[in-house]
Structures are given as structure tokens and as C-alpha cells.
């Protein structure tokens, strides 16, 4: 009777392999939930970058058709960015840090055409107002805080290559 129960039992080495299985199939499954809605949005947002493209070639005399879809299309590249890293993560089974940092990047120059954008709207002679001065001085710090940022985060990526190269040639 001892025998016949050990036979039917599964043995603790056995249990890891199927929950890991299970978890690594849940992962891959959300790996590519999140890849489909990102190939969705990108498509949509395309589309919205599209139309935007037709509304500013109807009107030739403003510039805030040309920030909105250069707006449109950063944002495009970062979705296509983190896109790019579900798909590394699900290949190499790693998360890269790097896609990350660029994302992060082009969200920071991002902002900064979108202020830059609102204010140059602010300091027209014909539509300043001392009302809007805290919207400016606002918005001057955090542009000096995003600029900042995007020094750190260049010098970061730029650090992350070189530790990358000094890794590869040690393994070569």
C-alpha cells in the first residue's frame, strides 16, 4: 500500500515545474493582451495623426496644427518604444531598462514642445496679460526641471550603453 501511495503522489520537484509552467503561460498571456491593446492604440492614434496632417494642409496660415501632430507622432514613438519592450521582455524573458529610459526621453521632449506651445501663445504682444505671469514663471520651471531631466536621462542611457559594450567585450 506504501508503494501504490508514493506512486500517485507528485513529488515537491514536480510541483514547481507545472505552477512555473502555469505563471509562465498567465505572463505570456498578458505580454500579448498588452501587445494587442498597444498595436490597437497605435493604429488609432495613426489615424488621429493622419487626420491631424489633412486639418493642417487645409489651413497653410497656423502653426498649432504642426505642434499637435508633431505631439501626436512623439507620442506614436513612444507607444511603438514600449511595444518594443513587451516584445524584448517576452523574447529575452529580461526586463531592459533602456526602452524605458527612452520612453521616458521622448515624453520629456514631449512636454516640452507642448509648453512651449502654450506659452508662445502667452508672450504675443497682443495677448499678454499680467494675469497669465504665473502661468509663465510656472512654466518656465518646469521646463528647466524637464531639461533637467532629459540631461539625466541621455546621461543615463549613455551610461547604460557603455556598460553594455564593457560587458560584451569582457564576454568576447
Request: aromatic share 6%.
Amino acid at each position: 500500500m506504501v508503494e501504490s501511495a508514493k506512486d500517485t503522489t507528485v513529488t515537491s520537484s514536480e510541483q514547481p515545474r507545472g505552477s512555473v509552467r502555469l505563471i509562465n503561460m498567465a505572463e505570456h498571456a498578458v505580454y500579448l493582451a498588452i501587445a494587442a491593446l498597444l498595436i490597437l492604440t497605435l493604429i488609432l492614434a495613426l489615424v488621429g495623426a493622419g487626420k491631424l496632417l489633412w486639418d493642417g494642409l487645409q489651413d497653410w496660415s497656423g502653426t498649432a496644427a504642426i505642434f499637435q501632430l508633431i505631439d501626436r507622432l512623439l507620442f506614436v514613438l513612444m507607444l511603438v518604444e514600449i511595444l518594443n519592450t513587451v516584445q524584448a521582455s517576452v523574447r529575452t524573458r529580461t526586463l531592459v531598462c533602456e526602452p524605458f529610459l527612452i520612453v521616458g526621453l521622448i515624453a520629456c521632449i514631449r512636454r516640452v514642445l507642448v509648453i512651449t506651445l502654450e506659452t508662445s501663445q502667452i508672450t504675443q504682444p497682443n495677448h499678454w496679460q499680467l494675469e497669465q505671469m504665473s502661468l509663465l514663471w510656472a512654466s518656465m520651471l518646469e521646463l528647466g526641471v524637464l531639461g533637467i531631466l532629459i540631461v539625466i536621462l541621455i546621461g543615463s542611457i549613455y551610461v547604460m550603453r557603455l556598460t553594455v559594450g564593457a560587458h560584451q567585450a569582457i564576454d568576447k
